[in-house]
């Protein structure tokens, strides 16, 4: 008897900032790998989350929201982006009910050149009518008739099975990319920082998530605890002090919520030590940027 044919492939999420594609590929892969906040630029890296079956293997990719880079870190970020849509099997767009369906046109035309299949995803359905949906549907249908369109609300989990049955029809034949036990190529290291820089996106306002960077200096495995020692980099010195926070309140905060979080992602107790410095030129230093993952 012939084998079962195993296919697998990258799919690769792209589209603008806050559409939901981090919540989106979250559901889809069922564990909390992106970071999900309402602000835009929340996610800075491309982040893989593997779902594998007896016969598949689905390597999903999240991406930062498509924006005109204003400094080199955002370069950085877009450079993900443009990988994202060159080495993808497919690509899956995702828009929303609340976005222009004619933002960022020159990306749309890059997604109408594309050989592979385009799966576009119009989602927070759950906020809008059935009208405009609809409306917005047809839309999308006349600008990318290629693409295969559904409806769908990341956050309510709705949806979602016509978008992961359709992503199985359209991977390629191929041999499993990773181990089948595998369900990120990040380490743990990065996931502590992640949980970290969430919650400054959550307790900072203006500029101070942006001007945010977190590396996880120590990281030891001991058999029911993570001792894990972190740096918030800030840009200036009255961010430094606003991140600490009168009698360090601020920064206690951040470091409650993230313990807590890291000992649910985890499933260990977490001893966390945070620490605040400067660092005036990480979003435009090359070598900062890459030491910090963003220029590989």
């Known amino acids: 008897m012939a084998a079962p044919h195993h296919k697998s492939g990258f799919v690769n999420i792209v589209g603008n900032p806050n559409v939901g594609k981090s919540t989106l590929m979250n559901a889809l892969v069922g564990e909390r790998l992106s970071i999900v906040t309402s602000k835009a630029q929340t996610t800075r890296h491309r982040i893989m989350g593997i779902v594998n079956g ?28 443009d990988t994202a849509l060159g080495d993808a099997d497919i690509v899956l767009y995702v828009t929303d009910t609340v976005e222009k369906s004619d933002k960022n046109q020159q990306y749309i035309e890059k997604l109408s050149s594309l050989t592979c299949p385009v799966i576009l995803v119009v989602n927070k359905i759950d906020i809008s009518s059935q009208e405009k949906v609809v409306e917005l549907m047809n839309q999308w249908r006349e600008r990318l008739p290629k693409a295969i369109i559904f409806p769908a609300s990341a956050q309510e989990k709705y949806g979602l099975e016509n978008i992961f049955d359709a992503i199985v029809d359209n991977l390629p034949e191929a041999p499993a990319w990773y181990d089948k036990d595998t369900f990120t190529d990040k380490n743990m290291r990065f996931f502590a920082s992640e949980i970290i820089r969430e919650k400054i996106f959550l307790n900072y306002k203006e500029e101070i998530p942006y001007s945010c960077q977190v590396e996880v200096e120590e990281f030891h495995e001991g058999a029911d605890r993570y001792d894990i020692s972190a740096v918030i980099y800030v840009m200036r010195d009255s961010q430094k002090g606003i991140v600490i926070g009168k009698g360090g309140a601020a920064l206690k905060k951040v470091g409650t919520e993230a313990r807590l979080d890291m000992k649910d992602f985890f499933q260990k107790d977490i001893f966390l030590k945070l620490f ?5 030129d990480w979003r435009e230093n090359k070598k900062e940027l890459k030491k910090f993952g963003y220029i590989l």
Not at 66 to 76: G, H, M, N, R, V
Not at 276 to 280: A, G, P, S, Y
């Open 276 to 280: 605040v410095k400067v660092d005036e």
């Open 54 to 81: 007896d016969d598949y293997q689905i390597v999903y990719s999240d991406t930062p929201g498509i924006l005109k880079p204003s400094y080199k870190l955002q370069q950085s970020m877009m450079d993900f982006v």
